[in-house]
T-cell receptor, first 113, second 114 residues
Framework: RKEVEQDPGPFNVPEGATVAFNCTYS??????FFWYRQDCRKEPKLLMS???SGNEDGRFTAQLNRASQYISLLIRDSKLSDSATYLC??????????????FGGGTRLMVKP | NAGVTQTPKFQVLKTGQSMTLQCAQD?????MSWYRQDPGMGLRLIHY???????DQGEVPNGYNVSRSTTEDFPLRLLSAAPSQTSVYFC?????????????FGSGTRLTVV
């Protein structure tokens, strides 16, 4: 079983739609959680961190459920420019005090006119 | 512009050749890492460093070496290239608060081994 699992999609939605992505992680020692966005043939870029209380950044809302080891990302009023792959990422501190990110395989979103 | 710089952007190697992928950051970040990204596999950690002089292996270290002689630079060496190392390689860096703010990635090196 992968440590971080995502539905690869693609999710095809019309402009203006609301879309939600889910992610599950298996390591209960995970301490920090993120959503990254990756455009085709580009590097991943941090979209938002995910906090236990849930957090919102404009049209984007992230939720974390530690008990179920589940993370979600909600995008409201989808724009064409939201078309990308969304990576669920968890971070844990290892025994050497290193920062280790584990990535999900990504969920591809395609927003259509 | 401040950030993570990777060179080269593209490279074709013959099986058995060696080469070094360069990574430099100017943000005085302690943590640096190398990832490879393959279709359907997501990003996988190759090696990482928590500071100058300190490196450790990640998930897929075989066939790669690293060193960290300065805070700024973290080169990745392919010892004897194999077709299985055809991939996109990303370098990333983070401050010691990376668990809150995440990582900054370089633009990647697309490597093909023939």
């Amino acid at each position: 079983r992968k440590e971080v699992e995502q539905d690869p999609g693609p999710f095809n939605v019309p402009e203006g739609a609301t879309v939600a992505f889910n992610c599950t992680y298996s390591n209960s020692a995970s301490q920090s959680f993120f959503w990254y966005r990756q455009d085709c043939r580009k590097e991943p870029k941090l979209l938002m961190s995910v906090y236990s209380s849930g957090n919102e950044d404009g049209r984007f809302t992230a939720q974390l459920n530690r008990a179920s080891q589940y993370i979600s990302l909600l995008i409201r009023d989808s724009k064409l420019s939201d078309s990308a792959t969304y990576l669920c990422v968890v971070n844990k501190m290892n025994n050497n005090a290193g920062n280790m990110l584990t990535f999900g395989g990504g969920t591809r979103l395609m927003v259509k006119p | 512009n401040a950030g993570v710089t990777q060179t080269p952007k593209f490279q074709v190697l013959k099986t058995g050749q060696s080469m070094t992928l360069q990574c430099a950051q100017d943000m005085n970040h302690e943590y640096m890492s190398w990832y490879r990204q393959d279709p359907g596999m997501g990003l996988r950690l190759i090696h990482y460093s928590v500071g100058a002089g300190i490196t450790d292996q990640g998930e897929v270290p075989n066939g790669y070496n690293v060193s960290r002689s300065t805070t700024e630079d973290f080169p990745l060496r392919l010892l004897s290239a194999a077709p299985s190392q055809t991939s996109v390689y990303f370098c990333a860096s983070s401050s010691n608060r990376g668990r809150i703010y995440g990582y900054t990635f370089g633009s990647g090196t697309r490597l093909t081994v023939v």
